[in-house]
Nanobody, 125 residues
Framework: QVQLVESGGGLVQAGGSLRLSCVASGRTFSSYAMGWFRHAPGKEREFVAAITWSGGWTYYADSVKGRFTISRDAAKITVYLQMNSLKPEDTAVYSC??????????????????WGQGTQVTVSS
C-alpha cells in the first residue's frame, strides 16, 4: 500500500518561510511525478507545484512562482516544497500527490493517483 506523509506545516508570519516534506512509502511505489496542492476554506483545491522524478522538471502555479521551490530526493523518496515570502493568502492545507503516469496537465488533480493527508500552513498578517 502506498503512503504519502507530509510534514513541516505550521504558523508563520507574513514574509516568513516554511519547508514542507512529503515522504513516500510502499513496496510497490512508483510514480512519474509528484505534486503539491493546497485547499483553503471555501475554495477549490488548487495546484501549487509539480516535479518529475526523472529529469527534475518543475511546474508552478503563477501565484507561487518566484516564491516557492519544489525539489526531490530520489534516494529518500521525498519531495520538498520550500515556501518563501509567505502571504496570508497562502494559508491552506497543503497535500502532496503522486502521479503514476505522465499527466496531460500537471495542474489537474484528477491526474494524480495517491494523496497524502495534508499539513496545515497558516500565515498571519
Amino acid at each position: 500500500q502506498v503512503q504519502l506523509v507530509e510534514s513541516g506545516g505550521g504558523l508563520v508570519q507574513a514574509g516568513g518561510s516554511l519547508r514542507l516534506s512529503c515522504v513516500a512509502s510502499g513496496r510497490t511505489f512508483s510514480s512519474y511525478a509528484m505534486g503539491w496542492f493546497r485547499h483553503a476554506p471555501g475554495k477549490e483545491r488548487e495546484f501549487v507545484a509539480a516535479i518529475t522524478w526523472s529529469g527534475g522538471w518543475t511546474y508552478y502555479a503563477d501565484s507561487v512562482k518566484g516564491r516557492f521551490t519544489i525539489s526531490r530526493d530520489a534516494a529518500k523518496i521525498t519531495v520538498y516544497l520550500q515556501m518563501n515570502s509567505l502571504k496570508p493568502e497562502d494559508t491552506a492545507v497543503y497535500s502532496c500527490a503522486a502521479a503514476r503516469r505522465a499527466p496531460d496537465k500537471f495542474r489537474n488533480d484528477g491526474q494524480y493517483d495517491y494523496w497524502g493527508q495534508g499539513t496545515q500552513v497558516t500565515v498571519s498578517s
